[in-house]
Structures are given as C-alpha cells and as structure tokens.
C-alpha cells in the first residue's frame, strides 16, 4: 500500500499555485476554473491542481511574441482597400426635438 500512495499526484491548493505564480489572490485561478477555462481537478467542492495543471495553465495564457515592426495582416481590417486612402467624413446629428412648456412627469 505505501507505494500505491507514491505514485499518486501531488495537488496543490489555489492558495499555493497563486503563490507560486505570483498572483495576488487565488481568486482568478478560482474564478477560470469556475467557468472551465483552466484545467483543473474537484473533489467535492475542493479546488486542486497537478504540476501538469499548472504547466497546462501557464502554456495557455503564455503570449508568443511577432515581429512586432510589421503590423499584423488584419491591420485596418475594417477599412476596404477603396476607403483607406480617403478621410472619413463626419456628420452632425439632429438635434432632438424640444417641447417648451411641457408639464413636469412625476
């Protein structure tokens, strides 16, 4: 029995991966995995992570720097090819109709 015990998983709290991220509070990894956007493990209502968990954890929100010197292909993306050369025009509203003397509602 004590080398079944082995080769569980160590898990560790949200309270413990926060310190160890670095994070002020165990609150957003509790929040992510809430709403099953972070691998995790439940025992009842329990909140756990595996080492594996964790590194899943970084890799998914780990940004992948570009050559940052070229703008990014869907630059002005919303702009046709006809439009981007001409200045876009702007045009006053009209202006709400008052009515004077009206009686106070309420």
Known sequence: MPEDVADLPVLY???????ALGLPSPHWLENEARHKRIPHTRFGRRLRFTREQVDQVIQIYTIHHRNLTQPPPNWNSRKT???RDKP???????PAARVRNAPAIG
């Open 88 to 94: 876009r025009r702007l045009q006053a509203r009209t």
């Open 13 to 19: 709290s949200p309270e413990a991966v926060a310190q």
């Open 81 to 83: 090819p006809a439009t």
